[in-house]
């Protein structure tokens, strides 16, 4: 029997008044349905109506679980722990507050929990809850304490991580480290903590620290490299033969890096970029090269395309043009300069790099119908046909362009052209949205064509007929 079939024959025996039938239907199919919120809220209000104060805790409890964000569910908790169990009613408070959006507020009923008990899992729930809501009002510090008073009563390995994590955050990486030392300490085969460690022990150059602490072959090879011990890198990346891992070929890049072998390096970039596309890593490793080659205009673009992909725009942008005042003349940077304009909207930056790239690549399709877009913003209408007529020699358009064309020449009044246009565009996009309006646009058009262009009489007749035609 399906949930909605059971619910509804449930809601049929309650409606007349056969509550008994209802519950035991209803606690019969308790096992099938007890992740279903509907089932778990229907019991709970009919154990209410039947007085069976227990079951409707337990079910309502239950329903909390299986959906977080019931307010209804933390709502019947209040009444009934309010008498009952003051560390609950205290804790469901703040959780009610909170869906309500009143973390502020359920800052205090946590620490009221807290002093309302005194078992120590109890305690520990509180605390974790309150040191989240301190996290999220942005008090860190007051999380922090809370978090460590968690571990002085419990060594837990999650709550290490989150506070090295929060110091992280920081840029507090001095207390990061340290609590990471306790929790590998008190966790020596958490292979998580430890790589943390190390990865931080790298950052801070600390590279013999680096390698004590970490657990993966691939962090150790990674810090011998940082600490120039080249030979001791390659003899263990060499016994590896990990092809089908990203990391390997970006370990030998970095090998043949510090070899000063450019041309083995960026190979090994290739063979990294294709099994990881993408990664910010690749263009930072690209750029690198390029500097220590003196190319600033490669430095420069591959860093634009690293901060691209980590999605750091403004920055991408500046690498960008940093990249085309050091050569003009070439057009990647540009089209880069380009597609981050047209996402922020900058109509102005957008023509000038658009005639930029037309100089450089005449028959470019994103400059050509870029400009004829940006002239039709502009109302400058037989300048955008310059461009969009340009664009349709190069046979790599969108059919658009034809409803593009058809509109410029509407509103230089050449019905003619405009209904060619229009048409040709139909043609291609028959199913399109705005098929039925271009329709009768056209057909207006050949209305107004083939009025007669002689005397007064006909002047007046065309006018009345453009009047309808509005």
Not at 146 to 158: G, L, S, V
Not at 309 to 327: F, G, I, P, T, W
């Amino acid at each position: 029997m399906s949930t909605n079939t059971t619910l509804m024959q449930a809601q049929m025996l309650i409606d007349e008044e056969q509550y008994e039938k209802a519950y035991d239907m209803l606690e019969n199919s308790y096992d099938k349905l007890k992740d279903d919120a509907e089932y778990l809220e229907k019991i709970a209000l009919l154990a209410k109506t039947m007085d069976k104060n227990e079951d409707a805790a337990k079910y309502w409890e239950e329903l909390v679980v299986v959906n977080p964000n019931s307010i209804v569910g933390y709502s019947e908790l209040l009444d009934i722990y309010m008498n009952t169990n003051n560390y609950k009613y205290y804790i469901t408070r703040a959780k009610y507050k909170i869906l309500n959006e009143k973390v502020t507020q359920a800052i205090d009923d946590y620490k009221k929990a807290i002093n309302s008990t005194s078992e120590e899992n109890e305690i520990i729930n509180a605390r974790f809850l309150l040191a989240k809501a301190y996290e999220h009002t942005g008090k860190i510090q007051n999380a922090i304490d809370e978090f460590y008073r968690i571990i002085e009563q419990k060594d837990d390995m999650a709550i290490y991580y989150k506070l090295a994590d929060l110091y992280s955050g920081m840029n507090d990486r001095y207390s990061a480290i340290n609590i990471l030392e306790r929790g590998v300490k008190a966790f020596p085969d958490n292979v998580e903590l430890s790589e943390y460690l190390s990865a931080l022990y790298l950052r801070e150059g600390q590279y013999d620290k680096a390698i004590e602490y970490a657990k993966s072959e691939y962090t150790k090879i990674k810090a011998y490299l940082m600490k120039g011990d080249n030979e001791k890198a390659i003899d263990m990346l060499s016994k590896l033969e990990d092809k089908e891992n990203a990391n390997y070929w970006a370990l030998y890049a970095e090998y043949y890096f510090n070899m000063k072998d450019w041309t083995k390096c960026n190979e090994n970039i290739d063979k990294f970029n294709e099994l990881s596309p993408q990664n910010p890593l690749v263009y930072q490793m690209r750029a690198l090269v390029c500097d220590a080659n003196k190319d600033s205009y490669g430095y420069h673009y591959n860093m634009g395309k690293c901060y691209s992909y980590k999605q750091e725009y403004e920055l991408a942008l500046s690498e960008y043009l940093n990249a085309h005042r050091c050569d003009q003349n070439k057009s990647e940077a540009v089209k880069e300069i380009i597609k981050i304009n047209e996402a922020m909207g900058d109509k102005t930056s957008l023509m000038e790099f658009y005639e930029k790239l037309v100089r450089q690549e005449p028959d470019n399709p994103m400059a050509l119908k870029g400009l004829g877009d940006v002239y039709i913003d502009l109302y400058e209408f037989k300048s955008a046909l310059e461009y969009y007529n340009k664009l349709l020699k190069t046979n790599n358009f969108d059919y658009e362009i034809y409803k593009q064309i058809g509109f410029c020449y509407e509103k230089l009044k050449d019905n003619s052209k405009a209904k060619e246009f229009y048409e040709k565009y139909l043609e291609r996009a028959p199913l399109s949205p705005d098929s039925k309006k271009l329709k009768e646009k056209i057909s207006k058009m050949v209305i107004t064509d083939s009025t007669p262009q002689g005397g007064e009489e006909e002047g007046i007749i065309d006018k009345i007929m453009k009047i309808f035609g509005k």
